[in-house]
């Protein structure tokens, strides 16, 4: 996993999208989600998610961190957990290996 921040290759218009969707998603996040930001460096994106109840997981609080990569927003980008996790979905590395995740990814910046 690449610490090195890609906000250099990235466009103005990708990045105040980035930040403006990282500012909604703080104001009104997903139910069990929270979003962490790095102000200097809007491609460093984490999250805290809860284990949803009912599952192995509930009770648990899981890190996740988003990567893109050079060629954001026309690749998606690579999820990795932090926070070690057993799930047929997520590598020992911590990412996650989810076809539909590419398959499904739109790059439009509506």
């Not at 990045?15 to 990282?22: A, N, P």
């Not at 047929?88 to 499904?104: H, Y």
């Given at each position: 996993?690449?610490?090195?921040?890609?906000?250099?290759?990235?466009?103005?218009?990708?990045?105040?999208?980035?930040?403006?969707?990282?500012?909604?998603?703080?104001?009104?996040?997903?139910?069990?989600?929270?979003?962490?930001?790095?102000?200097?460096?809007?491609?460093?994106?984490q999250?805290?998610?809860?284990?949803?109840?009912?599952?192995?997981?509930?009770?648990?609080?899981?890190?996740?961190?988003?990567?893109?990569?050079?060629?954001?927003?026309?690749?998606?980008?690579?999820?990795?957990?932090?926070?070690?996790?057993?799930?047929?979905?997520?590598?020992?590395?911590?990412?996650i290996?989810?076809?539909?995740?590419?398959?499904?990814?739109?790059?439009?910046?509506?």
């Amino acid at each position: 996993m690449s610490s090195i921040s890609n906000v250099e290759n990235l466009s103005p218009q990708t990045i105040r999208r980035l930040v403006r969707e990282q500012e909604e998603l703080i104001k009104d996040p997903p139910e069990g989600i929270r979003i962490v930001v790095n102000d200097s460096d809007v491609t460093d994106i984490q999250a805290f998610i809860d284990g949803p109840a009912g599952t192995p997981y509930a009770g648990g609080r899981f890190n996740v961190k988003l990567v893109l990569g050079k060629d954001f927003p026309h690749t998606p980008p690579k999820a990795y957990f932090l926070t070690k996790i057993f799930h047929p979905n997520v590598a020992s590395s911590g990412e996650i290996c989810v076809n539909t995740l590419k398959r499904d990814w739109k790059q439009d910046l509506e």
